[in-house]
């Protein structure tokens, strides 16, 4: 083997030990200020569940950001799904997202439309067949426990039933990994529970599953692995770990 081969074989190497998302020594420096990320190295398997927690500032949408390739690092590497998001073409990312599913805070649904819409747009950007939509969208909204209300504005809806149909349009096309940033951040503990549980169920479905949250009751009862974040470094990364309290 030359050189660089040995180098790629190295690269490939950890990724396969590291799993489905991996990050090397990743630093975000916004134009102004200090480091967003500070040097961060984590590896995420296929199929985990993980809940990233921390106070307010401490990086974590910038990490899911970078995740998403919707920023790209100012240095290090962070491979997700076998592709080194550095190297990834503009022309490319499209792809690239169609195996990840994101759900934030604020829902972001299309208003004007009704629940169905919603979701068979994400399919329709995929170009999924007509036939197969008219399929997968009742399935997946009857999952997420939507089934009845698929004419609905969303507007129409509580905050609970439009996270739910945020999910349903995560999911529909099947991603190998859901992201999500603070998802129970404007719901209240019923509805915060549902959502948590439906995560879950999703991961033991086989999707990856990361979840950034300030809930420390669900951190604490699910018993998940949780890495902790502070001011851009990971402080703590613990199987079954807790919420941990700043002094
Ligand atoms: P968290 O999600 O943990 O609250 P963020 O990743 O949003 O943290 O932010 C981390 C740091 O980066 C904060 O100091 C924040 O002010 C800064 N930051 C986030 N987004 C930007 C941006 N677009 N431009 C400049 N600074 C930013
Ligand atoms: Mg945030």
Redesign the pocket.
């Known amino acids: 083997m030359t050189k660089k081969e040995q180098s790629w074989r190295r690269r490939e190497q950890f990724i396969e030990d590291n799993g489905i998302i991996c990050l090397q020594n990743v630093s975000k420096v916004y134009s102004k200020g200090s480091p967003a990320i500070n040097g961060i190295t984590l590896g995420i398997g296929r199929g985990e569940f993980v809940f990233i927690v921390g106070d307010?500032g401490s990086g974590?949408?910038t990490l899911i950001k970078l995740l998403l390739r919707e920023l790209t690092a100012t240095s290090g590497h962070v491979f997700v799904m076998g592709s080194d998001l550095e190297k990834l073409k503009h022309r490319q990312v499209p792809k690239f997202r169609r195996n990840l599913g994101v759900v934030f805070q604020d829902f972001r649904l299309l208003n004007d439309r009704n629940v169905y819409e919603n979701v068979a747009f994400a399919q329709r950007i995929v170009e999924t067949p007509a036939i197969e939509i008219r399929r997968n969208v009742p399935s997946i909204l009857a999952m997420v426990g939507l089934a009845g209300k698929y004419k609905a504005k969303t507007k129409q809806l509580s905050g609970g039933e439009q996270q739910r149909v945020a999910l349903a349009r995560a999911l529909v096309n099947n991603p190998s990994i859901l992201l999500a940033?603070?998802p129970t951040g404007n719901l209240d503990p019923k509805n915060s529970w549902e959502i948590m549980n439906l995560l879950d169920e999703i991961n033991r479905n086989g999707t990856t599953v990361v979840v950034?949250t300030h809930n420390r009751e669900i951190v604490n009862s699910m018993h998940k692995r949780v890495v902790t974040m502070k001011k851009g470094v990971i402080i703590s990364d613990e199987e079954g770990g807790e919420y941990i309290d700043e002094d």
């Open positions: 307010s974590k949408s940033d603070e950034v």
